[in-house]
T-cell receptor
Framework: ETGVTQSPTHLIKTRGQQVTLRCSSQ?????VSWYQQALGQGPQFIFQ???????GRGNFPPRFSGLQFPNYSSELNVNALELDDSALYLC???????????FGPGTRLLVL | AQKVTQAQTEISVVEKEDVTLDCVYE???????LFWYKQPPSGELVFLIR??????QNEISGRYSWNFQKSTSSFNFTITASQVVDSAVYFC????????????FGTGTRLTVIP
């Protein structure tokens, strides 16, 4: 059974650019959640996708957007990057919304 | 709103000592789950346990044990005979009240086990 995978592992961007992060869910899982983890903090919920529809959103601006594909993999897009967007972005999948979430290794984004 | 408090920011112990990580939560739900995750330096959050609020039995898994007390809204985690590989940041988490059941995390406790 393949776990949650994310790409890329590291990324450096400059302020104002756009970035796309990718996540492949664990086999059999149809729900993907994205979290942002700033240094020294706990992860903060960005949004969740269930069967290709957004199923909930945290307190993040619209420049954070996402997609889920028919194979349940997902993308997180961030437009107009700001310095404060520098963080570890974690993707988690579960076999159903509300069930245990299993996390990927994360993507470390640095905005200069 | 859901809230999780992990008052211990950092703990250091010598190998083979026992250590307890504290977690206090707030929720309006009468039925809920609680979680513990481990985050080693690599960054990946590793699932450790999910506990239903109906079940107040202590749970033991190898060197790990969890003490859930609904009366004090606490869900503490004990590592017995700690090892260097236990060094990590540990997070306690509580699902939201919304349909997404997204997790609310505490700020984590960084555990360092000294050989």
């Amino acid at each position: 059974e393949t776990g949650v995978t994310q790409s890329p592992t590291h990324l450096i961007k400059t302020r104002g650019q756009q970035v796309t992060l990718r996540c492949s869910s664990q086999s059999g899982h149809n729900t993907v959640s994205w979290y942002q983890q700033a240094l020294g903090q706990g992860p903060q919920f960005i949004f969740q996708y269930y069967r290709e529809e957004e199923n909930g959103r945290g307190n993040f601006p619209p420049r954070f957007s996402g997609l889920q594909f028919p194979n349940y993999s997902s993308e997180l897009n961030v437009n107009a990057l700001e310095l404060d967007d520098s963080a570890l972005y974690l993707c988690a999948s579960s076999w159903y919304r509300g069930e245990t979430q299993y996390f990927g290794p994360g993507t470390r984004l640095l905005v200069l | 709103a859901q809230k999780v408090t992990q008052a211990q920011t950092e703990i250091s112990v010598v190998e083979k000592e026992d250590v307890t990580l504290d977690c206090v939560y707030e929720t309006r739900d009468t039925t809920y789950y609680l979680f513990w995750y481990k985050q080693p330096p690599s960054g990946e959050l590793v699932f450790l346990i999910r506990r239903n609020s109906f079940d107040e039995q202590n749970e033991i898994s190898g060197r790990y044990s969890w003490n859930f007390q609904k009366s004090t809204s606490s869900f503490n985690f004990t590592i017995t005979a700690s090892q260097v590989v236990d060094s990590a940041v540990y997070f306690c988490a509580l699902p939201s009240l919304t349909g997404a059941n997204n997790l609310f995390f505490g700020t984590g406790t960084r555990l360092t086990v000294i050989p």
